[in-house]
């Protein structure tokens, strides 16, 4: 099962949720409604190079794909499925381009 961590208020989140909701591939994992959800996704951004260009931009790093091999990655394609449409700035964690 490929896990997708994300937030409900992310559009890039939602538009890859999207295609992923009742497919039994994917588990969707909003962390923005447990705590413990967060702290997992944490652990990943904190200790995986895929996040250092993220970490860099201010960006949070979501949406967040963790394949069934165990590879962590930012790009939705290698998780079979699509990326939203480039429009304009994506989410950073000082709220801009959200």
């Known amino acids: 099962m490929i896990k997708i961590y994300g937030m409900s208020s992310c559009p890039d989140c939602t538009y890859v949720w999207e295609q992923a909701k009742g497919n039994p591939t994917y588990e969707i994992i909003d962390f923005g409604h447990h705590v413990s959800d967060l702290k997992a996704f944490l652990r990943l951004r904190d200790h995986n190079s895929v996040f250092d260009e993220a970490r860099a931009r201010g960006a949070a790093g979501i949406p967040c794909f963790v394949l069934e091999d165990g590879r ?27």
Request: charged share 15%.
């Open 72 to 98: 962590v990655t930012l790009v939705p394609e290698e998780a079979g499925l699509s990326a939203r449409p480039v429009q304009g700035q994506a989410c950073s964690l000082d709220g801009t381009g959200c």
